[in-house]
């Protein structure tokens, strides 16, 4: 059976998404998401055991989401995404594919990635400030979680 990973797991019930699969916890409570750098490099480690069969449940800070499913598409290539329906107490399921994404625009995934913007990348024009190295930022940049 495939797992969840919880993105934040913060005072918020859960129980509508046990049908997928046992919980794992990627984040919990109070997170300091304006270190970019080390949170990202975090995650990476959280997501090490997990598979493109797992899902990824949607929940918390914005950045904290952000994070996790670029980590996991860079890990997987694929994202088996978990939101919450609100007006039916229940999760759905949102797949996000790199292979789909390419193959709808008529690319290989290099020839997508080589059409993407240099100033994404640690060797192109800037824009990298707070990618690639930590940014000074005080100790309050915390995320409530959900």
């Known amino acids: 059976m495939p797992s969840v990973y919880l993105v ?10 046990r049908k ?11 997170v300091n998401v304006l270190k970019t750098h080390e949170l990202f ?18 929940c918390g800070h914005h950045m904290l989401n952000i994070l996790c499913a670029l980590a996991w598409l860079m890990k997987h290539g694929v ?6 329906d609100s ?5 759905i399921i949102r797949d996000l594919s790199i292979w789909d994404l390419a193959r709808k625009q008529g690319k290989t995934i290099g020839e997508l990635i080589d ?17 690639y ?13 959900c």
């Open 8 to 17: 934040n797991d913060h005072a918020h019930d859960f129980s509508p998404a």
């Open 20 to 30: 997928y699969g046992q919980f794992v916890n990627i984040t919990s409570g109070r």
């Open 41 to 58: 490099l975090e995650i990476v480690k959280k997501i090490e055991g997990s598979s493109p069969d797992d899902y990824l449940l949607i």
């Open 79 to 84: 994202v088996r995404i978990l939101v919450y």
């Open 87 to 91: 007006f039916n107490n229940r999760y």
């Open 115 to 131: 059409g993407w913007d240099s100033r994404t990348t640690p060797d192109g024009d800037g824009g990298t400030d707070g990618l």
């Open 133 to 145: 190295e930590e940014d000074s930022v005080s100790e309050s940049g915390e995320s409530e979680g």
